[in-house]
């Protein structure tokens, strides 16, 4: 009697596979990703070129404020040197490069 099963029991199976099995057919359409802003060489949307006048000078939090409201940059980034920073590009952002002496000794977008 068990074998008369048998072939039941393989097609059975054999349906609930093919019912899981993946289709030919696209999933529900998604837009696409926005692109990235373009940035070209002498774009400066960081407003760097506005403050460059404060380089050489020693940071604290007055040319810190300074910095902001001067260059009108989205964000503002500190970088000491030994310290870890991220790599990422963003043009909005302006960058603040010290020495070991906290002076500045570059202003440039990234």
Known sequence: MLLAWKPWLAVAGLS????????NEPAVPREPAPKPPRVTDGE????????QDRVGRHFDAALEASLREASGADALRVMRPGEAHTLDY???RLNVR???RDRVTALECG
């Open 16 to 23: 609930l596979m093919t019912a899981c099995s993946a289709t």
């Open 44 to 51: 400066d949307a960081c407003g760097a070129g506005r403050v």
């Open 90 to 92: 963003r043009a909005e």
């Open 98 to 100: 010290l020495d070991e």
